[in-house]
């Protein structure tokens, strides 16, 4: 590719990111260190280069093996909410991710949070994420090839648990694994009628606070080998 062509990307991809975070910001994203991020992560990074031309758009796009990206939007959604009370400069300890996929969730949340732990059922996903986010320099995360539906007991507890693959009920173990005051978000429910949910843990106590109709593939069972 000529440097010239080169340079006609990047100008489409400025302005189409200035786009994308118009939308988000009219769709009601209001935390602008999350409205930055999602500006700078380079979204057509983490799909095949014949969607390149599509990532800044705010819609999920598949990355193979019957998996996609999110969309845009959700990760904001949950990224905020994941941060929400945190004071502007400092970062949630430690979050464990459930379904790394290619990685783009985790890469929004990298510099909000001291470690990220994340796991991955499917074997090729796992690995491309990992030399992605490496390229990428994003050194703060720990990826693992495994069912995520039992969280990761030898970490735990989590300041926050992010899930990006749908359950029909909320894992009870997975709840077991937050920390007091920590929270978590999960798609729940069946295709067609899932809900997204942020669960705050007070001590015994798990508050439950629904955040609108979403759309992820299911969290599934098992590893793919
Ligand atoms: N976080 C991604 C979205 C990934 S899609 C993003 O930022 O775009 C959901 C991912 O969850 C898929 O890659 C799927 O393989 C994975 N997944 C589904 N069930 C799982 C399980 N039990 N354990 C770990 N990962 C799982």
């Known amino acids: 590719m000529s440097q010239r062509q080169h340079r006609g990307i990047g100008m489409t991809s400025a302005r189409t990111r200035d786009r994308?975070?118009?939308r988000l910001r009219t769709e009601g994203i209001i935390n602008q260190?999350?409205?930055?991020?999602?500006?700078?992560?380079p979204r057509h990074l983490f799909v095949d280069e014949a969607l390149a031309s599509?990532?800044?758009e705010d819609t999920a796009l598949p990355i193979g093996f019957g998996q996609t990206i999110s969309q845009p939007y959700i990760v904001a959604v949950m990224t905020e909410a994941l941060i929400r009370d945190l004071p502007p400069g400092e970062k949630l300890g430690k979050?464990?991710?459930?379904?790394?996929?290619?990685?783009?969730?985790?890469a929004v949340l990298a510099p909000f949070v001291e470690h990220i732990y994340s796991l991955e059922r499917i074997r090729p996903l796992f690995q491309r994420a990992k030399e992605r986010l490496r390229t990428l320099d994003i050194n703060n995360v720990t990826l693992r090839y495994a069912d995520g539906r039992h969280g990761w007991q030898s970490q735990a507890p989590f300041d926050g648990i992010v899930v990006t693959a749908a359950p029909h009920e909320i894992p009870q173990g997975l709840l077991s694994q937050l920390e007091d005051g920590g929270r978590l978000l999960i798609p729940v429910g069946h295709r067609g009628e899932q809900g997204l949910v942020c669960v705050?843990?007070?001590?015994?106590?798990?508050?439950?606070?629904?955040?609108g109709l979403v759309s992820f593939v299911p969290l599934v069972e098992g590893i793919e080998r």
Do not use: H, K, P, S
């Not at 260190?33 to 992560?41: F, G, Q």
């Not at 705050?200 to 955040?211: I, N, P, S, V």
């Open 20 to 22: 994308l975070i118009e």
């Open 33 to 41: 260190a999350v409205l930055e991020r999602i500006r700078t992560t």
């Open 54 to 56: 599509r990532a800044y």
């Open 95 to 106: 979050v464990l991710e459930i379904g790394t996929g290619c990685g783009y969730q985790t």
């Open 200 to 211: 705050t843990r007070d001590g015994d106590d798990f508050q439950r606070r629904a955040l």
